[in-house]
């Protein structure tokens, strides 16, 4: 299994970053991309990687927040026939709430306005637990209560002209079976990654969790709750951990020092051989 960083907040050499995340995969022989970052960006760096995106067999949407679906339209100009697998709660409808004095401000966060519709075709909802192929599932949250952290984290989603509370129906971890264990993606990994891994569990009973690979969203968090979440994460007892975009140069600090070697930065052209 190879993986390659097509775009993250950092970046090695000349390779552009941006706030935002893609991941192509090369597993068993079949092509698969993870996101496509906030802009045209991933796909120029996938041409410089040597990365074929007309190639791609499908591709994954992790979540519905613009730094990961608004590359879409590239990738799809890029490669005439893949399908884009997104959870079946996925819509243009996620905000970022701003809260000034006594005022609630509600910035657009979401897939670019009117992409799911022009490329319906193209674009597969999913429920439940999904098998793309064999080895590759699509795992939804399992957690009940996401939506306090999601009220934590000022996100909500618009459902019938009212703000609510995300819950994160739209967020889905993409998980690859492997000879040395399961290797889960889930790029921002707002419902909690140790609430993940737990989801993965029981979702694959028996089998063992070798790596994690995503964001952490970890970036506002205070330096005590990034160190209980790390020890939560170490407890779990996954062996490898790549980590980047949204969980921030702060909090990978303190994961680097409680994880150790477990724990690798992400970067812009990284390449991970499992």
């Not at 074929?52 to 879409?72: R, T």
């Amino acid at each position: 299994m190879h993986i390659r960083i097509l775009i993250d907040n950092k970046s090695s050499g000349p390779l552009c970053p941006e706030w935002g995340l893609s991941v192509h995969v090369d597993y068993n022989g079949h092509q698969v991309l993870l996101d496509t970052g906030a802009s045209p960006r991933f796909a120029k760096n996938a041409k410089d990687l040597g990365v074929d995106l007309s190639q791609v067999e499908f591709g994954v949407l992790s979540h519905g927040h613009y730094d990961h679906a608004n590359g879409m339209k590239s990738f799809f100009e890029a490669n005439p026939t893949a399908k884009f697998y997104l959870r079946k709660g996925a819509e243009e409808n996620c905000y970022h709430t701003h809260r000034i004095l006594f005022f609630n401000y509600q910035e657009y966060i979401g897939i670019k306005r009117g992409l799911l519709k022009r490329f319906a075709e193209r674009i597969v909802f999913v429920d439940g637990d999904y098998t793309v192929i064999p080895g590759v599932t699509l795992v939804p949250h399992k957690t009940d209560g996401l939506d306090e952290i999601g009220h934590r984290a000022h996100f909500a989603v618009k459902k019938n002209g009212r703000y609510v509370d995300d819950a994160f129906e739209h967020e889905q971890s993409l998980v690859f079976d492997t000879p040395k264990g399961l290797v889960v993606m889930n790029s921002c990994s707002h419902g909690g990654a140790d609430n993940i891994v737990k989801e993965i569990e029981k979702t694959f009973p028996g089998k063992q969790i070798y790596a994690l690979l995503g964001g952490f969203h970890l970036f506002r968090t205070a330096k005590e709750d990034v160190e209980a979440f790390a020890r939560r994460l170490k407890d779990l007892g996954v062996e490898k951990i790549y980590t980047g975009h949204c969980t921030g140069d702060a909090a990978f600090q303190v994961l680097k020092e409680i994880l150790g070697e477990r724990v690798e930065q992400m970067y812009t052209g990284m390449d991970i051989e499992i």
